[in-house]
């Protein structure tokens, strides 16, 4: 069975820092491009980063680039999101997917970021 | 971006009726367009793919149409458990985007 299990979330002042981690398990993590996906309370879903599978790979949308950087280890089968300059708008619940081709097939539970002074 | 228009917002329905959702993108996305299903207070989960492909396990009551700048997400036999959010996505280009969501209830 697939599982996707995020950690790392919490509540962060404006500027700082927070890294994510997302443990994968039940499948081979090495063969599969991985995201982060992030949803603000009550609102929809926004694309966050992608890995490739092997890690030489990486695409982020314009809000994040230059703050973010998602990463991987492959012998650990864990995904990471290292969050910098952190921004009142980042607060979101954060969610780990497994992509296949381009859309995400498994997801995490999520793990809540909030961004406040 | 490609903007992703859902319609409509939110849909109340009977058990066992049909349900249609749209989904409309600001450009051709050429059938490069999934569905999710977001239950209340749990992740998404992948229902369709490529517009009109049924991920594994899903039941064949949901499908999938579409092409060009028009998709659509059909629901047939309302169960109670397809109360749920649902999101379209474009993944023909970056950055990938999502819809606003069509939240589903029982009438």
């Known amino acids: 069975e697939v599982q996707l299990v995020e950690s790392g979330g919490g509540l962060v002042q404006p500027g700082r820092s927070l890294k994510l981690s997302c443990a994968a398990s039940?499948?081979?993590?090495?063969?599969?491009?991985m995201a982060w996906v992030r949803q603000a309370p009550k609102k929809g879903l926004e694309w966050v980063a992608t890995?490739?599978?092997?890690?030489?790979?990486?695409y982020y949308r314009d809000s994040v680039k230059g703050r973010f950087t998602i990463s991987r280890d492959n012998a650990k089968s864990t995904l990471y999101l290292q969050m910098d300059s952190l921004r009142s708008e980042d607060t979101a619940t954060y969610y780990c997917?497994?992509?296949?081709?381009?859309?995400?097939?498994?997801w995490g539970q999520g793990v809540m970021v909030t961004v406040s002074s | 971006d490609i903007q992703m228009t859902q319609s409509p917002a939110s849909l109340s329905a009977s058990l066992g009726e049909t349900v249609t959702i749209e989904c409309r993108a600001s450009?051709?996305?050429?059938?490069?367009l999934a569905w999710y299903q977001q239950k209340p207070g749990k992740s998404p989960q992948l229902l369709i793919y490529?517009?009109?492909s049924l991920h594994t396990g899903v039941p064949s009551r949901f499908s999938g149409s579409g092409s060009g700048t028009q998709y659509s997400l059909k629901i047939n036999s309302l169960q109670s458990e397809d109360v749920a959010s649902y999101f379209c996505?474009?993944?023909?280009?970056?950055?990938?985007?999502f819809g606003g969501g069509t939240k589903l209830e029982l009438k």
């Open positions: 490529n517009a009109n």
């Open positions: 039940g499948f081979t993590f090495s063969d599969y491009n």
């Open positions: 450009e051709d996305i050429y059938n490069g």
């Open positions: 890995i490739s599978y092997d890690g030489s790979s990486t």
């Open positions: 996505q474009q993944y023909y280009d970056y950055p990938w985007t």
């Open positions: 997917a497994r992509q296949d081709g381009y859309t995400f097939d498994y």
